[in-house]
């Protein structure tokens, strides 16, 4: 692979209006891996808790009554661990139909999509409405897939094999979006009642002591109204109720991984996108499941040098505040434990200011 050319990336960034929309792909990559460890720690401590409180009534079934206090709170604790698995994976479902939107419509405008009004609900509902009705080569544009013949360095035979694992890569990328979309049309109601109100029922259990299982399940209320024939709009009740068990934990550690995963290429992709100057790359990452199309892969990527794998990372100097401010922000900070500045000092003038260098590394 071709040395990237720091100070060449750099020029095309200011020269193309992407220098902001590169540094805010750079602080999201970072800022996606520290979520995905809060969320993979919450996949975990699922998945233990629950096989310690399936360890221990195995060996006491007798102990797991609804007079024992203990029991019951350990299954709260673990159901209250399942809601907030289902919170984190809504919210990166969130981010990724942000970034999806604002990436196909104006990528330009992605560094500023930082308020409410940036993106409505409705639009919110369109874009995950467009993830379910995506085809092949809507993959291929949105990912940033290349067109295999303009890598001259390739034979034809080279070019229809790398076409071939694209196209791969794009069904199964297709097929993790439907996951995903079928996931969040099951618990978007859940997700939404857990974060505005506490009408969620949690340590209810059973056990069946022939066969030593644990049945449990975590129980969320709802009301909607619906119109009658009559014309009156009356309210009807129903319940949500999720099982706390070991499929459900591989269903929802499945989902996260999914949901992560295409975030996390797609804005790796953008960035490479802009590290080659809008031409064709071959991804860093892509999936494929054939070992064969693995070293075909490798033995290609290997043999193209008409782009670019840069390494790309982040890090932000900030100047300290003068001894006024400074006096001030940390009163407050004391008092209030946050400080409001009246400045963006995270800005791309504010950046370019005190000069931005892209080194090798």
């Known amino acids: 692979m071709s040395k990237s050319d720091p100070k060449r990336v750099l020029n095309y960034l200011i020269k193309n209006d992407y220098l902001e929309v590169g540094l805010f792909l750079i602080t999201s990559l970072d800022a996606l891996r520290n979520r995905g460890r809060l969320l993979r720690e919450d996949l975990d401590n699922l998945k233990r808790d629950l096989k310690e409180l399936c360890d221990k009534i195995t060996e006491n079934p007798d102990a797991a009554v609804p007079e024992n206090l203990d029991i019951s709170q350990l299954f709260k604790d673990l159901h209250y661990v399942e809601l907030e698995v289902i919170q984190r994976i809504n919210i990166l479902m969130e981010l990724l139909a942000v970034y999806y939107h604002f990436m196909r419509k104006n990528l330009r405008a992605l560094p500023k999509a930082i308020g409410a009004g940036d993106i409505t609900p409705k639009e919110l509902r369109e874009e995950f409405d467009y993830f379910s009705k995506q085809d092949v080569n809507d993959i291929f544009q949105n990912f940033k897939y290349p067109d295999s013949t ?3 360095e390739l034979s034809s035979k080279e070019q229809t094999i790398l076409k071939d694992i694209l196209t791969k890569s794009a069904k199964i990328t297709l097929e993790r979006f439907r996951k995903i979309c079928q996931f969040r049309q099951n618990f978007l109601t859940v997700y939404n009642k857990y974060k505005h109100t506490l009408s969620e029922t949690t340590g209810i259990f059973g056990i069946d002591k022939e066969k030593r299982l644990v049945q449990s399940h975590v129980f969320v209320r709802h009301k909607e109204f619906s119109k009658k024939s009559t014309g009156t709009v009356k309210p009807e009740y129903c319940t949500y109720v999720i099982p706390v068990d070991f499929d459900t934990f591989e269903y929802f550690d499945d989902i996260a991984r999914n949901v992560w995963t295409l975030l996390q290429f797609l804005l790796q992709n953008t960035l490479l996108f802009l590290a080659n100057e809008e031409k064709d790359f071959i991804p860093r990452q ?19 040098t008409a782009y670019v794998m840069a390494d790309i990372r982040g890090m932000t100097i900030l100047k300290a505040p003068d001894p006024k401010n400074a006096e ?14 009246n400045k963006d000092i995270l800005d791309l003038e504010s950046i370019i200011k005190e000069g931005v260098t892209i080194s090798r590394e």
Not at 288 to 303: A, G, H, P, Q
Not at 328 to 341: D, F, G, S
């Open 150 to 152: 303009s890598f001259n």
């Open 286 to 304: 892509l999936f494929v499941e054939d070992e064969n199309y693995k070293e075909n892969l490798r033995k290609i990527s290997d043999k193209v």
């Open 328 to 341: 001030k922000m940390n009163e407050c900070l004391k008092t209030q434990h946050i400080y409001r500045m």
